[in-house]
């Protein structure tokens, strides 16, 4: 019973390193993207309408085509601020949230899991007036790693008082 619940935990606690890398990871994914719609929306919604152009020539209703061609229509049309903001904002607080994670912060347990929720929250919310599956696999995501760091801050706190 000992060795089953233990080799949980460590199950958890290596998903849970990994979950945080990959949030690291995306973060850091972000804040490039962030850099790129500010100085090159225009070019990559160009791009995004000529990947498609062809898929869509020949199937009209190809749902993957369709949302990538909705995508860079919104790129090159959209008054840009806010998606750039988004980008920037989430991915900094990702990395840096990572970042204080890694470094076994007792803080940073409470702020991420509280920090990922209102992120989920307002994801579910634009999710409601855009129905972008990216937001949706996003949250899902975040979701994942809320549950993770719940466990791995429940296995901190344990040990810290053994």
Same mark, same amino acid.
């Given at each position: 019973?000992?060795?089953?619940?233990?080799?949980?935990?460590?199950?958890?606690?290596?998903?849970?390193?990994?979950?945080? +890398?990959?949030? #690291?990871? /995306? =973060? %850091?994914?972000?804040? !490039?993207? *962030?850099?790129? @719609?500010?100085? &090159?929306?225009?070019?990559?919604?160009?791009?995004?309408?000529?990947?498609?152009?062809?898929?869509?020539?020949?199937?009209?209703?190809?749902?993957?085509?369709?949302?990538?061609?909705?995508?860079?229509?919104?790129?090159?049309?959209?008054?840009?601020?806010?998606?750039? +903001?988004?980008? #920037?904002? /989430? =991915? %900094?607080?990702?990395? !840096?949230? *990572?970042?204080? @994670?890694?470094? &076994?912060?007792?803080?940073?347990?409470?702020?991420?899991?509280?920090?990922?929720?209102?992120?989920?929250?307002?994801?579910?919310?634009?999710?409601?007036?855009?129905?972008?599956?990216?937001?949706?696999?996003?949250?899902?995501?975040?979701?994942?790693?809320?549950?993770?760091?719940?466990?791995?801050?429940?296995?901190?706190?344990?040990?810290?008082?053994?």
């Amino acid at each position: 019973m000992f060795l089953q619940r233990l080799s949980k935990i460590n199950w958890l606690h290596d998903a849970f390193e990994v979950g945080v +890398f990959a949030k #690291f990871v /995306h =973060g %850091l994914g972000e804040l !490039l993207g *962030a850099g790129l @719609l500010l100085f &090159k929306a225009n070019a990559i919604g160009n791009w995004l309408y000529y990947l498609t152009f062809w898929e869509l020539q020949e199937d009209p209703h190809d749902w993957l085509a369709l949302q990538i061609d909705k995508f860079g229509n919104y790129l090159v049309m959209a008054k840009h601020g806010f998606p750039e +903001f988004y980008l #920037f904002s /989430h =991915g %900094l607080i990702n990395a !840096l949230l *990572a970042l204080a @994670l890694w470094s &076994k912060k007792m803080w940073a347990y409470p702020t991420a899991i509280t920090v990922l929720t209102l992120f989920v929250l307002y994801q579910f919310y634009r999710y409601s007036h855009t129905h972008s599956v990216v937001l949706l696999l996003v949250a899902v995501w975040d979701i994942v790693v809320i549950w993770l760091t719940i466990g791995e801050y429940r296995r901190v706190v344990k040990s810290h008082g053994d």
